[in-house]
Every structure is written in C-alpha cells, then in structure tokens.
C-alpha cells in the first residue's frame, strides 16, 4: 500500500515542482 501511494505522492509532486 505504501509503495504506490509513494509513487503517486512523488509523481504529483514532481508535477508541481515543473
């Protein structure tokens, strides 16, 4: 469960930061 919701977390993050 921690896993994919990290990946969401991050991609979503590295979308704002660009």
């Not at 921690?2 to 930061?17: E, H, S």
Request: no cysteine.
């Amino acid at each position: 469960k921690i896993g994919p919701t990290m990946r969401v977390l991050t991609q979503d993050l590295r979308q704002n930061i660009e």
